[in-house]
């Protein structure tokens, strides 16, 4: 796990290189499963934080409790694929303030990727981004994983086919929050 914010109150380790998050054009589903994503992780990591139910809280908020519960559902499965899958641990950036939520390290660019390439359903960039997610190793189930998520995401977020969508997810770039 890695916080860019020294002056918070929990400090986590700074071991990841970490790029900022507006150098890529990401849509918000694809911003709200990265967030979902890095939630999964610290609690994977800290299972003390329960930060699984930060995740069913954001999905709630952001999306209802039918659509957040799909997307939530489905992240998660991404997140066990990966799990799964890995054969080195899988950095993060936790999401404890705004300055690291501007931030995207390697592993979760990669593995974002691997979702806005499912959700727009481009097979080759899905499986090169999991075959780079997952260092090369047993990307089946990851591939199966990615499209179903891409397939929730084009339900729960049809209006992204225009790009119009605007994210009410606060601390992110292009947020009007």
């Known amino acids: 796990m890695t916080c860019l914010n020294l002056n918070s109150q929990q400090s986590w380790p700074q071991k990841t290189p970490s790029f900022p998050l507006q150098n890529y054009n990401f849509q918000p589903s ?30 709630e908020e952001e999306l209802g409790p039918y659509d957040g519960a799909w997307v939530v559902s489905a992240v998660g499965g991404l997140i066990r694929a990966i799990r799964n899958g890995r054969r080195r641990s899988f950095e993060f950036i936790v999401s404890c303030c705004p300055s690291c939520r501007q931030q995207i390290c390697t592993t979760e660019l990669n593995a974002l990727w691997l ?58 770039p292009g947020s009007t929050h």
């Open 115 to 172: 979702v806005q390439a499912a959700r727009t359903e481009n097979i080759v960039a899905m499986e090169t981004a999991a075959v780079l997610t997952l260092d090369g190793h047993n990307t089946k189930d990851l591939v199966l994983s990615a499209q179903h998520l891409g397939s929730v995401l084009r339900e729960a977020f049809p209006e992204e086919r225009h790009h119009r969508y605007k994210p009410s997810l606060t601390g992110y």
């Open 30 to 59: 694809e911003l709200l499963v990265l967030e979902m994503l890095r939630l999964y992780c610290q609690n994977y990591a800290d299972p003390s934080s329960h930060a699984w139910d930060k995740v069913f809280v954001l999905g």
